[in-house]
C-alpha cells in the first residue's frame, strides 16, 4: 500500500483526507475479498465475522499453543515451558554476560563461557555438533533480528526478559538455511505503562585463584638435575613462575535502566558497563551498552509500531599466546630471578626452544576492540477480521579491529599487525497473518512472510617486523620492514537471500493441534546450480489433560501433552560468499628482471554444485505437571541425520585445477533424550523451595565422508587426527583426539600403555602396546543442570550445580610435566623425581575421566522491606562463584572444552589458566 508521501509525489494536488481515503477504501476491499473467500471455503466464517470479539476471546483464552506468529522472537513468554528461560529462572550470580545467564538452564543446550571457567571455549550448542566444517553454533534471535552468538554475549543480562530455545527442525525450519543448528530466540525488556520509573542493578566482585601446578622450587629442581648427573643454569634465584601471570582480580558491572509513558506510548533506555580485570595480569575485558525502545500505538490501536536501538562497544586486553605463556610460567627455570634484568631486558634459557621468560611474555600486548550498532523497526497494522500485517527492517553495523606487538626479546625481530573488519547486514520481512475460528471448536491460524537480506564483509590488515626499538608498538608498522604478500591483504564479500515462508496451525476443540510450515530459501553463497531450497516441517500436540475422561484425574494431573514433530532445515555456516567459485589470489614471490614479483595463481576449485547441507529431525515429546503444577516433567527424544555435509577433499589435478574441493558427501547421525524435572515441595505464605534439574543424554556418528562428484569417487582419510598435543619432543605425529569413519565423533585412539619398563638406571618407560584402540570420547555422555532456590520471607538463597558425564580428558599437561628427560631446559611437577619417567609417548596413561559436578554458584539474597514514596524496591545479595567442583580429574580444572570441535577438543595441554572464585557483592534499586 502507497504511503502519503508516494501518492503525493504521483498527484501533488491529493491532499493527505484524499489519500488517507483511498487507503481506508483499499483496506475495506481487501477485508471484503478475504471474508469472501473464507466464506466459500468455510461457510461458517460469517458467523464469526458477525461477532468477532468473541472469536478473540476464545482464541486469546487458549493454553495449548504458542501463536505461529513467533518469527520475530517476540511471541509472549511462557513461564510454564522447560524451554523458555525467564528473568526468574536466569542464574543469580556474578553474571558478565547473557552466556552466564542461560548456561546449565535448559536441557539439550551446552553453554560454555569464558566466566569463571577460563578453560573452557564461549560456545554454545543446541543438540550437539552436526557438521564437521559447517556451523555449529545457533542461530541468535534477538526482538527479530538474526544475530549470533557474539553479539549476545554483549547484550547486559538486565535487559533480557527470556530465552526461548528452538531445537526440534519442526521449530527450527521457519527459519530456514539459518537453523540447523537450533535458535535461540531472545526478548529484551521494553517500556510498559505507568509513570517514570528507574532502576539500578550493579555488582562489584573480587576473584581469587585457588588452584594451581605445583613445579619444583629452586632447591628441588638443582638436586632433581644433580641426581641425573646434569649441569644447570642456576641464578641462585628461588622464583616460583606459576605465580607470574597472576593476581588478584575485580570485576564490576553497573546497569541503569528507565522508562515510562502509557498504554500506547512508552519507552525504555537503557545503559551499562561491565570491567573485568581477570585473575590474569593484562588480561582486561570491558563492555559498555546502551539500548532504547519505542513503543507507539495509533489510530485506534490499529497500528502498533516498535523502534529499537542496540549499541556495545567491546574493548579488551586479551593473551596474546595462551598457551606458551602458561607453559613458561610451569617450566621456566625456577633459579632465574623474577622481572627485568639490570639492563632491561629478560634473561632466557637459549635451548629452551619452546618456552620464553614468562615476565618477558606478559609484555607483549594483544588488543581487540568490537563496536555494534543495530537499528531495527516494526510495523504491525491490524486490518479487521482477524487479519494483521506486519512489516520488519533491520540495520545492523560491527567493526571489529585488533592489534598487537610482540617485542624482539620474545620474537625475532619483533612483530607488529594492524587490522580492521566492517561487517553489514541487512534484513526486512512483511508478513500477512490471520487466525481465527472457522467453525465451532475449530481454530486456524495462518502467516505468510517475505523476507530479504543482505551481508557485506569488508577489511584489511597490515604486518610489519624487523624493528630496531619496542618503542613504536603496533602504532607505527613503518618504524619495521613490511612482511612480503603474506603478510598484508584486504578483503570484501557480499551475499544475499531471499526466503518465502507459509505456516498454518489448526487447532480442534483445544485439545488437538497441527502445525505445519515450509519455507524456501534462496542465497547467492551456493553454488549456481543449488540456489533454492526447501525446508518443510510438520508438528502435533494432543492436550491430553483436556479429553474428558481425564476430567476425573484433573486434581492430581494439571497437565499431560503429547508432541510429536518432523522438520527439515539447512546449515550455510560452512559457506562463504563466493566459495562455490574459482578462487586466484597471490601465492609467492619470484624474481622477474632482478626484480620481486608477486605470481598469481589459482588456490581453488569452482563448485557450481556447492550447497546446503541438509538436517531432518524426528521430535517425541511428553509434558507432564502434577498437584498444581507442584511437580513438572518433561522429556523429548530426537533423532536427526545430517546430510550432504561439507568436507575438504583432496582431488587430483587433473582433472581438477587445484588439488581441494569443498563438497557435500559426508552424513551425521545425532539422537539424544532431555528430561527436564521440577519439584516444588514447599510453598506457603513465608516459605518455598523449588528445586529444577535437566538432563541430556546424546550420541552422534559420523556415517561416511566419501562420494561421487560430477563422476568422480572422492575419498577421505577414514581416521583423522582432530585435537593434539603441543610442546618439545611432539614433533611428528602427536594427535590425541579423532574423528573416525563409523564412530563417535572426537574419539580417543590410542596405544594402550602395560605398564613401564625400568632401565639400569632406574629410569621409567611406558611400555605400550604397537596397536592402537578406541578408548573413549571427549564429548560428554551426559550433561546436568540444577537449581536450587529457598525463600524464607524476604530472604532466598539459589544454588546453580551443573555436572558432565560419560567423557574423558587427556591429560597433556602431567604428561610433559612428569618427563623427567625434558630436564634441565624444562621444570617439572613435584612428584616427577620419584616416578623417575623419562619418557612423554602419547598412550591411554594419562587419559582420565572427565565427569564433574560444579556448583556453579551459591546467591543469598535479602529484598529489604521499604516504605519510602521513592523506592519501591531494594535488593542486596553477595554470590559466590565456581565453589566448588567434584572430579576426579587429577588436573587444574576438567572443564575443558569438550564440545567445540578444533584443535583443543578434549585435551587439557598446558593452557589452562588457574580456576579460581569470584566474591561478590549486588545492589538492585527501583524507584
Known amino acids: 500500500m502507497e504511503s502519503f508521501e508516494e501518492q503525493l509525489r504521483k498527484d501533488p494536488s491529493r491532499t493527505e483526507e484524499e489519500c488517507a481515503s483511498t487507503r481506508l477504501s483499499i483496506s475495506l476491499l481487501l477485508r471484503t475479498l478475504c471474508l469472501a473467500l473464507l466464506e466459500c471455503w468455510l461457510p461458517s466464517t460469517a458467523a464469526w465475522a458477525q461477532n468477532p470479539s468473541a472469536t478473540t476471546a476464545q482464541y486469546q483464552g487458549d493454553t495449548t499453543k504458542v501463536s505461529i506468529n513467533n518469527y520475530y522472537g517476540d511471541s509472549p513468554t511462557k513461564a510454564d515451558d522447560p524451554n523458555t528461560v525467564t528473568r526468574e529462572r536466569m542464574n543469580k550470580g556474578m553474571i558478565t554476560n547473557s552466556l552466564d545467564a542461560l548456561s546449565g538452564q535448559a536441557a539439550g543446550v551446552q553453554v560454555q563461557t569464558g566466566g569463571n571457567h577460563e578453560a573452557m571455549l564461549s560456545a554454545v550448542r543446541v543438540r550437539g555438533t552436526t557438521s564437521l566444517t559447517g556451523g555449529n553454533d545457533p542461530l541468535v534471535v534477538i526482538d527479530g533480528v538474526q544475530s549470533d552468538i557474539v553479539t549476545l554475549s554483549t547484550i547486559y543480562p538486565a535487559d533480557i526478559e527470556s530465552f526461548t530455545i528452538l531445537k526440534d527442525a519442526s521449530e527450527t525450519s521457519q527459519y530456514g538455511s539459518r537453523g540447523a543448528a537450533g535458535v535461540i530466540q531472545v526478548v529484551t525488556r521494553k517500556g510498559r505503562a505507568g509513570q517514570f520509573h528507574i532502576a539500578y542493578d550493579g555488582s562489584v566482585g573480587f576473584e581469587s585463584t585457588y588452584k594451581n601446578l605445583h613445579m619444583l622450587n629452586a632447591n628441588e629442581f638443582r638436586q632433581a638435575a644433580s641426581s641425573l648427573g646434569m649441569s644447570i643454569i642456576d641464578k641462585g634465584a628461588d622464583t616460583d613462575f606459576t605465580e607470574a601471570p597472576l593476581r588478584t582480580g575485580f ?27 581477570t585473575t590474569v595480569e593484562n588480561y582486561n575485558l570491558r563492555n559498555y551498552i546502551a539500548k532504547l525502545d519505542l513503543h507507539q500505538k495509533a489510530f485506534d490501536n490499529r497500528l502498533t509500531v516498535d523502534l529499537g536501538v542496540l549499541g556495545s562497544l567491546q574493548d579488551n586486553n586479551v593473551i596474546p599466546l595462551r598457551q606458551k605463556l602458561f607453559y613458561s610460567a610451569a617450566t621456566f627455570n625456577p633459579t632465574f630471578p623474577a622481572g627485568a634484568n639490570d639492563s632491561g631486558g629478560y634473561d632466557d634459557v637459549t635451548e629452551a626452544w619452546w618456552i620464553n621468560n614468562p615476565y618477558a611474555l606478559l609484555t607483549m600486548k594483544e588488543d581487540e576492540d568490537n563496536a555494534h550498532i543495530n537499528v531495527h523497526a516494526k510495523a504491525m497494522v491490524d ?399 551426559a550433561t546436568m543442570g540444577s537449581n536450587f532456590a529457598f525463600r524464607y520471607k524476604q530472604l532466598d538463597i539459589t544454588m546453580q550445580v551443573n555436572g558432565a558425564f560419560g567423557h574423558k580428558i587427556y591429560n597433556g599437561t602431567s604428561l610433559a610435566y612428569m618427563n623427567m628427560a625434558s630436564l634441565p631446559n624444562y621444570n617439572v611437577m613435584q612428584g616427577a623425581p620419584e616416578m623417575n619417567i623419562q619418557d612423554q609417548d602419547i598412550s591411554d596413561y594419562w587419559l582420565e575421566s572427565g565427569d564433574y559436578v560444579n556448583i556453579d554458584y551459591v546467591t543469598l539474597g535479602w529484598n529489604v522491606p521499604v516504605s519510602s514514596r521513592y523506592i519501591s524496591k531494594l535488593r542486596v545479595a553477595c554470590s559466590v562463584n565456581n565453589l566448588a567442583t567434584i572430579t576426579s580429574y587429577s588436573g587444574l580444572t576438567p572443564m575443558i572444552n569438550s564440545t567445540v570441535v578444533d584443535s583443543t577438543l578434549g585435551v587439557d595441554d598446558k593452557r589452562t589458566i588457574p580456576p579460581y572464585r569470584t566474591y561478590s557483592l549486588a545492589l538492585s534499586i527501583q524507584f
Open 251 to 277: 570485576v564490576q558491572n553497573h546497569h541503569l535502566a528507565f522508562g515510562g509513558g502509557s498504554e500506547t506510548a512508552n519507552y525504555r533506555a537503557s545503559v551499562g558497563m561491565t570491567d573485568h580485570k
Open 383 to 781: 486490518l479487521g477480521f482477524g487479519l494483521t500485517l506486519t512489516a520488519f527492517g533491520s540495520y545492523s553495523y560491527t567493526d571489529i579491529g585488533n592489534a598487537h606487538y610482540y617485542p624482539t626479546y620474545v620474537w625475532s625481530h619483533g612483530e607488529a599487525y594492524q587490522g580492521d573488519r566492517k561487517v553489514m547486514e541487512l534484513l526486512g520481512n512483511i508478513a500477512l497473518n490471520w487466525r481465527g475460528l472457522i467453525a465451532e471448536r475449530h481454530q486456524l491460524e495462518l502467516l505468510g512472510l517475505i523476507e530479504g537480506g543482505r551481508d557485506t564483509d569488508k577489511g584489511f590488515y597490515a604486518t610489519s617486523s624487523n624493528f630496531n626499538t619496542n618503542d613504536f608498538g603496533y602504532d607505527n608498522l613503518s618504524a619495521g620492514a613490511i612482511r612480503p604478500w603474506e603478510g598484508t591483504n584486504s578483503f570484501n564479500y557480499s551475499s544475499s537471500m531471499r526466503s518465502y515462508l507459509l505456516k498454518a496451525q489448526y487447532t480442534f476443540d483445544d485439545r488437538y493441534t497441527l502445525n505445519v510450515s515450509t519455507r524456501l530459501d534462496g542465497s547467492s553463497k551456493v553454488g549456481a546450480n543449488n540456489r533454492w531450497e526447501f525446508f518443510p516441517s510438520v508438528s502435533a500436540v494432543w492436550n491430553v489433560s483436556k479429553e474428558q475422561w481425564m476430567a476425573s484425574m484433573k486434581r492430581y494431573v494439571s497437565k499431560l501433552n503429547l508432541r510429536v514433530g518432523y522438520g527439515k532445515s539447512g546449515n550455510l555456516g560452512g559457506i562463504d560468499a563466493f566459495l562455490s567459485q574459482q578462487l586466484i589470489r597471490p601465492n609467492g614471490v619470484v624474481s622477474v628482471g632482478g626484480m620481486p614479483t608477486t605470481t598469481l595463481g589459482i588456490i581453488r576449485n569452482a563448485n557450481p554444485d556447492l550447497g546446503w547441507e541438509i538436517k531432518r529431525t524426528f521430535n517425541i515429546g511428553l509434558d507432564m505437571a502434577f498437584w498444581d503444577n507442584r511437580i513438572v516433567l518433561t522429556a523429548d527424544f530426537y533423532t536427526s541425520r545430517t546430510s550432504d555435509m561439507l568436507y575438504n577433499y583432496t582431488v587430483p589435478v587433473p582433472p581438477f585445477t587445484y588439488d581441494h574441493l569443498l563438497a557435500n558427501l559426508g552424513k551425521m547421525h545425532n539422537h539424544g533424550l532431555e528430561i527436564g524435572f521440577g519439584i516444588t515441595p514447599l510453598r506457603q505464605k513465608d516459605m518455598e523451595l523449588n528445586i529444577n534439574m535437566n538432563w541430556t543424554f546424546e550420541r552422534n556418528k559420523l556415517v561416511t565422508l566419501n562420494g561421487e562428484y560430477q563422476g568422480q569417487y572422492l575419498t577421505a582419510p577414514d581416521v583423522q587426527g582432530i585435537s593434539g598435543l603441543y610442546g618439545a619432543g611432539y614433533h611428528g605425529a602427536s594427535d590425541v583426539c579423532f574423528q573416525i569413519v563409523g564412530e563417535i565423533l572426537g574419539v580417543f585412539y590410542l596405544p594402550h600403555c602395560k605398564g613401564f619398563t625400568i632401565a639400569e638406571d632406574g629410569s621409567k618407560r611406558y611400555d605400550l602396546t604397537s596397536e592402537r584402540y578406541i578408548c573413549g570420547q571427549a564429548t560428554p555422555k
